[in-house]
């Protein structure tokens, strides 16, 4: 039986993979398994993957039938994970040469369900590296205790949301039945917050020893896209909160955190799209009545923005904005009898009052494609952000 299993899901990785498998070999900790998921990666992954199994017996392939995302293959990962701990990597990103021995050490030492390190953010873009510690700050009076009760933290705020900068137990995992999101974005978050508020005993390992490499513009066009799984990986979380033998203690560390991160991930992606900012709005407003309505929350006003919580939990999208005219996304387009004249309506068309008791009216993407009396094709495109009256 290996010591360590290390999980890693696979799909179209091959620009990167061999960095990552590279690293993995060159860890001083020798005793560990790999388990690579093939989500059903259409590139050449798993040829190059195949190639080290071939002369690695560390290294097995799980091959699932249909693509099911990261979370859900990395529970098929943890089911069937021989070694006594689990550790997670994503395919392009890498570990430092004595992570393994060093997690290993502490874990086994302090007899922890799990034990935190640190990880540096790698930029694509720039190859700049810099230290992300803000995982860990909640323990800064607590590095050095071997046997840290999550729920006696001082810190108001739950933190790590990431599964690869941490090692677990096999047995606290798999008992407790901690799994990942099936949702294809946030999936870390149920698995973090549920061994988080499950645990017994935590510790922290301040050093840095995994790096991940980040790709700003997509992972942002990404959650843009995505946001209802935001939401939804968050209430998930939040169910696993819920039963927790600590539920109190964890009370204001949990709403501190849900309250924040919905915001934060609204401010950040929702204000260029207004449809998405829509949506967005709709589903942070549903959560912050139902917290308001549950919860004290003024007990917690000076770890939150306050105010903006009371106004997004008091008013609805309507209530906020005063719509009293809309026309919903993409009308249509339409061809006439000439097959000369094409409109093309594109988002939405509102008259709402501001805050200010102004009227506003906002009208996005109007395109008219036509040819003149000479046959000649003309584009009209118009776009009028913001009117006030």
């Not at 990880?119 to 803000?134: A, M, P, R, V, W």
């Not at 205790?145 to 941490?166: L, M, R």
């Not at 026309?327 to 004249?341: A, H, L, Q, S």
Request: with cysteine; proline share 3%; charged share 30%.
């Amino acid at each position: 039986m290996p010591k360590i299993s290390l999980i890693i899901p696979i799909y179209n990785g091959e620009k990167y993979l061999r960095n990552c498998i590279d690293h993995i070999l060159a860890q001083t900790f020798t005793d560990f398994e790999v388990i690579f998921v093939n989500d059903r990666t259409p590139d050449s992954s798993m040829e190059i993957i195949k190639e080290y199994a071939a002369k690695d017996k560390r290294f097995r392939i799980i091959n699932n039938i249909i693509n099911i995302g990261q979370g859900a293959s990395r529970n098929k990962g943890i089911k069937a994970a021989k070694g006594e701990y689990i550790m997670f990597s994503d395919q392009d990103d890498w570990f430092e040469p004595t992570a393994f021995e060093e997690a290993y050490n502490q874990i086994t030492k302090n007899k922890n369900d799990y034990v935190i390190f640190n990880f540096s953010n790698y930029y694509q873009e720039t190859g700049e590296t810099e230290l992300i510690d803000k995982r860990i700050k909640p323990f800064e009076h607590v590095l050095d205790n071997p046997d840290i009760k999550p729920w006696e933290i001082e810190g108001k705020s739950i933190v790590s949301t990431f599964a690869w900068c941490q090692i677990y137990n096999t047995k606290f995992i798999k008992k407790n039945k901690i799994k990942f999101s099936k949702q294809r974005n946030g999936e870390d978050t149920p698995f973090c917050i549920k061994a988080r508020v499950l645990a017994n005993s935590i510790s922290i390992l301040n050093k840095s020893l995994y790096n991940y490499r980040v790709y700003e513009e997509q992972t942002t066009t990404r959650l843009r896209q995505k946001y209802k799984e935001m939401f939804k990986v968050r209430e998930e979380a939040y169910k696993a909160f819920l039963k927790s033998p600590h539920r109190k203690e964890f009370t204001e560390p949990m709403l501190i955190y849900y309250i924040r991160s919905v915001l934060y991930w609204y401010k950040r992606n929702a204000k260029d799209d207004p449809e998405i900012k829509r949506g967005y709005y709709i589903e942070m407003h549903k959560i912050y009545k139902k917290l308001r309505e549950k919860y004290d929350i003024e007990r917690i006003k000076d770890y939150i923005q306050y105010e903006t919580f009371m106004d997004y939990s008091e008013n609805s999208w309507n209530m906020k904005y005063n719509i009293i005219f809309e026309i919903p996304d993409r009308i249509k387009i339409y061809i006439n009898k000439n097959n000369n004249t094409v409109y093309l309506v594109h988002n939405i068309f509102k008259i709402y009052k501001d805050k200010n008791n102004h009227w506003v009216y906002e009208l996005f993407n109007i395109l008219k494609i036509y040819k003149n009396s000479k046959g000649k094709t003309i584009l009209k495109f118009f776009y009028l952000r913001e009117g006030k009256k």
